[in-house]
């Protein structure tokens, strides 16, 4: 039997977090680049594949499943980055729900300043991202990982956004607890060296180009 086919594109965090856990688990995958540029998630086929024209998608001999979130929930069940404890498996969702409400407010952020005419971000959308990091800073204040005491699916997820985060013109200096969680993920994950190259940060290359820090300034009406 072939391997599952992977489609995804290099610049996407969702996409790299499944890259990464891959590589965690030596996972074998064939895979498919898609470039949004050329509008190939629009095509036929790929519609055919997930209506909802997103990347990551996974093609496992015929079982096909998007979001990146449930790919890796998918592509890790037995292994030791999950647990059938109810405890452990809901603090592992939380992480992961949470994961899905940082990536939107950053989702906000690019779209009003790459499709609209703003030349600044929404300093909604900026309140947002620092609630959500100090969040997270108190998060990893009491815990090890993201999840709790040991690495689990949710790190990767959470990292990868992360990742965004931190390539884009932003203070995180007191986010300290993040930062180490940060740093300790990159010298944990397997695939780390091999996956950072392959990232164009582009919307962190968008801001810096432009200009534009994502700094709180006061909240608009």
Known sequence: MGKPNFYF???????QAVILLLKQLKLE????????????????EFLALNPLHQVPTLDDKGFIIGDSHA??????????LTSLDPHVLARINQAMYFDTELFRVMG??????????????????????????GALEQFLQRRIWV???FLTIADFSVFATFSAIYN??????????ILKWYEKCKKTFIGYQSI????????GKFLKSKGIKLELKTVEA
Not at 73 to 78: I, K, M, P, S
Not at 196 to 203: F, G, Q
């Open 9 to 15: 594109t290099p610049d996407s965090p969702p996409c």
């Open 168 to 177: 884009c013109p932003i203070d995180l200096s007191k986010f300290e607890s």
């Open 29 to 44: 995958v064939t895979y498919i680049h898609i470039d949004l540029e050329k509008n190939e998630h629009l095509t036929p």
């Open 108 to 133: 906000e952020i690019g779209y009003s300043l790459y499709f609209e005419t703003r030349t600044e971000p929404s300093q909604k959308a900026v309140a947002i991202l620092y609630e959500k990091l």
């Open 71 to 80: 790919i890796i929930q998918y592509l890790a069940t037995g292994s030791n």
């Open 196 to 203: 950072k190259e392959d990232s164009k940060n582009a919307l």
């Open 147 to 149: 999840a709790g005491e």
